[in-house]
């Protein structure tokens, strides 16, 4: 069996290139056409469903909560534990990642609110082929600048240049 990143021959029923280190084990079945069902459309189904559920009020609350007790504990932290005023601002991180997250989720819900209001009416930012001035073929378009006009201008002119003669220099 040939490797199909390098093209090394490997042993047959080989896990991986002895010359590069590519896996090859699934090679022998793409070859038969019988590839193995693989977890990777079970987990692409799980983030859809995560991307299409839909914003809620809750979310946002539950994540400003959490921001709002990540910046108690690290107050808590910078007067009462020991060593906590070289540490006290670590736990300001997920505070503020829980706040973006929070603020996130309201515009979601905003915006799925504006477009579910706005959903019988056209979209002004949309431009409908029907809007559009119809095209006027017939007229002839002037031709578009050329990049390289007026730089060649300088060869029309010979540069003067000094002839010499070896009689001028014998003398």
Request: aromatic share 8%.
């Amino acid at each position: 069996m040939f490797c199909p990143k390098c093209g090394a021959q490997n042993v047959d029923g080989a896990s991986y290139c002895r010359s590069c280190g590519a896996n090859i084990s699934l090679v022998p079945q793409a070859l038969t056409g019988q590839l193995p069902a693989t977890d990777a459309s079970e987990w692409s189904k799980r983030s859809r469903k995560k991307q299409r559920q839909e914003p809620s009020i809750e979310e946002a609350i539950k994540s400003m909560i959490w921001g709002v007790a990540f910046i108690i504990v690290s107050i808590l932290v910078s007067k009462y534990a020991p060593g906590g005023s070289v540490w006290w601002f670590w736990p300001l991180f997920p505070a503020f990642g829980c706040f973006a997250k929070g603020f996130g989720e309201l515009a979601r819900l905003r915006l799925s609110q504006n477009q579910s209001r706005n959903s019988g009416q056209p979209q002004l930012n949309t431009v409908r082929q029907q809007d559009l001035p119809t095209p006027k073929t017939g007229d002839l378009m002037p031709p578009a600048p050329s990049v390289t006009e007026g730089t060649t201008r300088h060869l029309g002119h010979e540069a003067h240049t000094r002839q010499l003669d070896s009689r001028d220099n014998q003398g």
